[in-house]
């Protein structure tokens, strides 16, 4: 199975701060991956696919980046609903998985 | 307006069984993948299986921890995808959500997931 390992685990940030959260596989995976940001009691929600395309709605403050192991998520002028936990996924192999999750708090 | 939404949550004992729905609207069902992914409490997002679409025979694969006890399928008419789960295990308890998967290169990721139903396996 193709390891998801996410740093950090949380960060405390204020809004209007720059965020970045890497993601890192154990095998390269080309650009199949996807970011997922979950609020508490809520399902999650799709943010990006292919490393880097927004899903449709998803404001451009968000952007994500990488190509065969190394992945990044940034959110530029972080906004109050941005506070929640964000996964990576990929999907080039069975079994999917996931990332451990990065909280993203308010500092 | 895609839609999905779970239902079949609840309390099992260990060893029992329990189905579970994904009610989908607002999309043709039977041109698209499915999985299922869950959350246990307090914990992260494990992906429990995948269905294909009527293309591919709605054929399965399944996460190794549930395979041998867990059943999907479909029925067209009501537009539903389900899951079956059998001989129960404390560690099943969770949040089981369906999301819908779609292809560019060759390759489905999620775009669209329903809101969730909990699973609680107990004595």
């Known amino acids: 199975d193709i390891q998801m390992t996410q740093s950090p685990s949380s960060l405390s940030a204020s809004v209007g701060d720059r965020v970045t959260i890497t993601c890192r596989a154990s095998?390269?995976?080309?650009?199949?991956l996807s970011w997922f940001q979950q609020k508490p009691g809520k399902a999650p929600k799709s943010l990006i696919y292919a490393a880097s395309n927004l899903q449709s709605g998803v404001p451009s403050r968000f952007s994500g980046s990488g190509s065969g192991t190394d992945f990044t998520l940034t959110i530029t002028n972080l906004q109050p609903e941005d506070f929640a936990t964000y996964y990576c996924?990929?999907?080039?192999?069975?079994?999917?998985?996931f990332g451990g999750g990065t909280k993203v708090e308010i500092k | 307006e895609v839609q999905l939404v779970e239902s079949g949550g609840g309390l099992v004992q260990p060893g029992g069984s329990l189905r579970l729905s994904c009610a989908a609207s607002g999309f043709i069902f039977s041109d698209h993948y499915m999985d299922w992914v869950r959350q246990a409490p307090g914990k992260g997002l494990e992906w429990v299986g995948r269905?294909?679409?009527?293309?591919?025979?709605?054929?399965?694969e399944y996460a190794a921890s549930v395979k041998g006890r867990f059943t999907f399928s479909r029925d067209e008419s009501e537009n539903s995808l389900y899951l079956q789960m059998n001989s129960l295990k404390t560690e099943d308890t969770a949040v089981y959500y369906c999301?819908?998967?779609?292809?560019?290169?060759?390759?489905?990721?999620?775009?669209?997931w329903g809101q969730g139903t909990l699973v609680t396996v107990s004595s």
């Open positions: 269905s294909r679409n009527k293309a591919k025979s709605y054929t399965t």
């Open positions: 996924q990929q999907y080039e192999n069975y079994p999917r998985t």
């Open positions: 095998q390269g995976i080309s650009n199949y």
């Open positions: 999301a819908r998967a779609v292809v560019m290169d060759g390759h489905y990721y999620f775009d669209y």
